[in-house]
């Protein structure tokens, strides 16, 4: 089902982060893991979904996506502790939840 959203891929609890927009969350999230694309994810192997926010139109997720990249890395990692203190990789969950 597509629903725009907004996620935050790791590639281990506090390393590197990457943070993207689409409109297919578990797609895009496999294509994260695969490695299918060359760029950010795939060079600095973030492989984690660790946050994500649905919106309820794709330019209120394009919004949300500018918001966050302009904001600090700690703002970033508040927003991942709050949803997701563990860093646990919630793919599965959006996958088969």
Known sequence: M??????IMASRRNGMLYTGVTSDLSRRAWQHREGVADGF???YGCKLLVWFEVADT?????????????????????LITTMNPGWADLYEGIVHG
Do not use: F, W
């Open 41 to 43: 994810t795939k060079r």
């Open 58 to 78: 794709m330019d209120a997720a394009i919004a949300r996506e500018k918001q966050i990249k302009g904001g600090s890395r700690a703002k970033k990692l508040v």
């Open 2 to 7: 597509k629903q725009p959203a907004v996620y």
